[in-house]
């Protein structure tokens, strides 16, 4: 099945006892049984919900993957899977890595022993040397959060065998429409499908995709063990997203190139972070591993200031000034000040996050009216 019938179709079913063609909002928290143990496969919300169920069989055939398991957010999905190792275990991961997951791993599952190195995976002939045989996991997030660096999932993926470790692959920023990791050997996905997946801002979810019933198996005892599940409606949100997700990505590709292309030649703008520029370092890896380059785009100004890049952001008048991406309507962001703010000033400029850095999460508006408001701000 092609993409666009895919996200349309797979997984989902017209509701059998109705033949309504959406999948029905089951807002119950139990299921009546015939007798003890005589159910139809339902028994209390937080163990399944046939709305979620559907969500979960949709987002698995999303990533061409066997299982999917769903939670009430991406942070949720992340921590479910961190059950997975025992104290002692290591998790090598990359150190441009969204600010939550660091937080997780360092604040919270650090403290229950699980030990974490944070490394520069742009290069993954980098990842070898730092694997022992403690090592459990490799953890991806590609491309990155500010700086869209991408990163090699097919020779992640090799390293991970050799090593007798798990590869997951954080694919919030490409979505299932650009990149499959479990394609090119990842053993789980994870995606924060708040953003793309959602697309409409108005629902926060996470999910773990996977192929490997073992893993599978493990995921759905921690999603009703732990309990961290998503409500009905969100799952709804969800599978209504899913829907389109192949048209709005297309457009957020075309306006994310056309975007990168008026920003580089603009004489206030140092440089333009966006993966498909030819002479992008990781170009080559983008384009065999991504369909597309996607609509996040960051970009550095000639003024190098905290000054400089509040009074851009405060001048737009579409692009609005908020956290999060994905969704319909274009955001703008100063990640300095806002998504990694709690990262010193030093340590964050030593990685290549300058004080006048601006995050683009670029909708699915007309191009022109994006770019003509880009131009008055920045004038
Ligand atoms: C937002 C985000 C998360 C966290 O997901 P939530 O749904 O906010 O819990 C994880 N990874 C990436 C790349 C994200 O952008």
């Not at 957010?73 to 441009?96: C, H």
Request: with cysteine; proline share 4%; glycine share 8%.
């Amino acid at each position: 099945m092609k993409s666009a019938t895919k996200f349309i179709h797979a997984g989902v079913h017209p509701d059998p006892s109705t033949g309504a063609i959406m999948t029905p909002i089951f807002q119950t928290s139990t299921f009546v049984q015939d007798g003890p143990g005589k159910h139809k496969g339902y028994e209390y919300a937080r163990t399944q919900n046939p709305t979620r169920t559907q969500l979960q069989n949709a987002l698995a055939a999303s990533e061409n993957g066997e299982y999917g398991i769903s939670f009430g957010s991406g942070l949720a999905a992340t921590d479910t899977l961190l059950k997975l190792f025992k104290p002692g275990d290591e998790i090598i991961s990359t150190n441009d890595l969204y600010g939550g997951t660091y937080r997780l791993m360092r604040k919270v599952w650090e403290t229950y022993g699980l030990k974490f190195k944070f490394i520069d995976m742009s290069n993954a002939d980098n990842i070898s040397k730092h694997v022992t045989p403690a090592t459990k996991m490799i953890w991806v997030e590609t491309p990155t959060n500010p700086l869209i660096r991408i990163i090699d999932i097919k020779a992640c993926a090799a390293i991970a065998k050799k090593a007798g470790a798990l590869l997951a692959v954080d694919n919030t920023f490409a979505s299932p429409y650009l990149q499959n990791p479990l394609d090119l050997g990842a053993d789980m996905v994870m995606h924060s499908a708040t953003k793309y997946i959602g697309g409409h801002s108005d629902v926060v979810h996470g999910c773990i995709i996977t192929s490997n019933k073992e893993i599978a198996d493990q995921l759905y005892f921690l999603q009703n063990a732990c309990g961290a599940v998503p409500g009905p409606q969100d799952c709804f949100l969800l599978l209504r997203g899913l829907k389109t997700l192949h048209v709005r990505m297309q457009r957020h590709c075309e306006n994310g190139e056309q975007i990168a292309h008026f920003l580089r030649q603009h004489s206030k703008v140092a440089k333009v972070h966006w993966c498909g520029f030819e002479d992008h370092p990781n170009y080559a890896i983008a384009k065999t591993q991504m369909r597309g380059f996607g609509g996040m785009i960051s970009f550095e100004l000639k003024d190098n200031t905290v000054a400089a890049a509040e009074k851009v952001l405060s001048s737009t008048k579409l692009f609005a000034c908020a956290e999060s991406l994905g969704g319909v309507e274009s955001l703008i962001g100063h990640p300095a000040s806002m998504t990694h703010a709690s990262i010193p000033r030093e340590e964050r400029i030593a990685n290549g996050l300058v004080d006048s850095l601006i995050r683009l999460s670029v909708g699915i508006e007309d191009a022109e009216d994006l770019i003509e408001d880009l131009k008055q701000a920045l004038g």
